[in-house]
């Protein structure tokens, strides 16, 4: 594994070719959580936003976050329910992340969340 601009360049142990390779794109890989480095201060893995209760700054609750979709390499939550409403998560709308109190506080601009 190394590093390849935003990602992370991986081989698999019986895949040689470019075309077994193309194969698994878009498919999921597991992982030992434990072998994972360290993201660094400030920056959270996706898999662990995944049960996360998404706030707004007054404490409003949007939902729990069930998913985390990748659109043009942003991150965006995606809420339990039916709907599977998707909403932003960062910069300038992500206040605040709580590992700790598993919380997530976005600040959406007004109407957005009735959308």
Do not use: H
């Amino acid at each position: 594994m190394k590093p390849a601009d935003k990602r992370l360049l991986v081989r698999f142990e019986g895949v040689t070719t470019r075309e077994a390779a193309s194969a698994l794109t878009n498919g999921t890989v597991w992982g030992d959580q434990g072998k994972l480095p360290d993201p660094g201060p400030g920056v959270s893995y996706a898999y662990e936003l995944v049960g996360m209760q998404v706030v707004d700054p007054a404490g409003k609750v949007y939902g729990i976050v069930a998913e985390v979709v990748f659109i043009v390499d942003q991150p965006l939550l995606m809420l339990e329910g039916p709907e599977g409403r998707l909403l932003p998560c960062q910069p300038p709308f992500l206040k605040n992340l709580d590992a700790a109190a598993r919380v997530i506080t976005l600040d959406l601009p007004p109407g957005f969340d009735e959308l």
